[in-house]
């Protein structure tokens, strides 16, 4: 069969076989793969094509508005989960990214910093820097408020940013458009934390479907969806990925794990031993930046619970 000639174009959305695909001139269209790529990373990925690739295609004579992805060019970077088909398959949840959103709330529902924290940890393995919004300020409280004004300064010290919101508001927002203006941004975050609602702030004319928290468990509820990129009015992209609520530390051994915690760095090579897990070992100077209190004990206690959760052998 014959194609036009080739152009680039980037995935948008991905439903299985089939891809949206736009052009740099705005052009979309549906498109398929053809043959085996090549890959250049040494993953076993469940998906050969994620949103935010950038792709080749040639359009399909004859068709209306389909057309066939050629080559994929080298990631910049890429996201991955584990596969729902198998424990060591990876799934490519997004590809080409500049940096994530973490949406987040103190309340309704909290947020933990063990979630927080683990999404980091992924984040800063893949180099992607984050932003951790804070949503649904016009619920918090003065306990909130101080709990929201820790976090702030424990995340900033490390070198995160971070924005207080309430989308439904479309307060702060602003400082979010900013924010995400000529940069392909992945959001994610809790179920119920306001996402949607932001994402629609942020997304002119989307309107993602929004729930309401309140009689709805989350627990149990699966629906089949699929990663998302859309265009900002300032340039730019932002990539949802609904029903993804955490990418898990795939990929990383333990005696590395700390190498993603920012904020001990400075100490891990204080340590007696050079090979100390900041766990139980005498002379370990993470454990004493924590009792010294300068480093912040629940960022400690995330680290040991991610610790524990990777497997031993993992590597
Ligand atoms: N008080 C308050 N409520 C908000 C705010 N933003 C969103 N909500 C509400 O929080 C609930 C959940 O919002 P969604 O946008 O559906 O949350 P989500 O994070 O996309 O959740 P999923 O759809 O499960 O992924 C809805 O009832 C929203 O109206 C906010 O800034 N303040
Ligand atoms: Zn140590």
């Not at 949607?196 to 709805?216: A, C, D, F, H, M």
Request: aromatic share 8%.
């Amino acid at each position: 069969m014959a194609y036009l000639c080739p152009v680039q174009a980037r995935i948008y959305k991905s439903t299985g076989s089939w891809y949206t695909v736009k052009t740099a001139t705005g052009d979309v269209f549906q498109a398929r793969m053809k043959g085996i790529f090549k890959k250049d990373e040494d993953i076993t990925s469940t998906n050969p094509i994620a949103v935010g690739d950038e792709v080749t295609i040639s359009l399909e004579e004859g068709e209306q508005g389909t057309a066939v992805i050629t080559d994929i060019a080298a990631r910049k970077n890429y996201i991955v989960r584990s596969s729902p088909q198998g424990k060591h398959k990876k799934h490519i949840v997004a590809a080409n990214l500049d940096q994530a959103a973490l949406v987040c709330t103190v309340k309704e529902p909290r947020t933990s910093q063990g979630f927080i924290d683990r999404f980091l940890v992924t984040a800063a393995a893949y180099h992607v820097p984050v932003i951790l919004i804070f949503n649904k300020k016009d619920v918090y409280k003065a306990k909130e408020m101080d709990k929201f004004a820790h976090w702030k300064a424990v995340y900033e010290s490390i070198g995160y940013t971070v924005v207080l919101t309430a989308a439904s508001l479309d307060e702060g927002t602003d400082e979010v458009r900013e924010l995400l203006k000529g940069k392909t941004t992945l959001i994610s975050g809790h179920s119920g934390v306001g996402k949607s609602t932001l994402i629609n702030r942020v997304v002119p004319g989307l309107e993602l479907r929004t729930k309401n928290v309140s009689g709805w468990s989350g627990k149990g509820l699966h629906t089949t969806t699929f990663a998302e990129m859309f265009d900002l009015p300032d340039g730019g992209t932002l990539i949802d990925t609904p029903g993804v609520r955490e990418f898990g530390i795939v990929d990383i051994p333990r005696a590395e794990l700390s190498h993603y915690f920012l904020d001990m760095q400075p100490y891990i090579t204080e340590c007696q031993f050079n090979n100390c897990q900041h766990l139980d070992e005498p002379g370990c100077a993470v454990k004493e930046a924590v009792e010294a209190g300068n480093l912040d004990m629940e960022r400690y206690l995330s680290y040991v619970a991610i610790w524990h959760s990777i497997e031993e052998n993992s590597y």
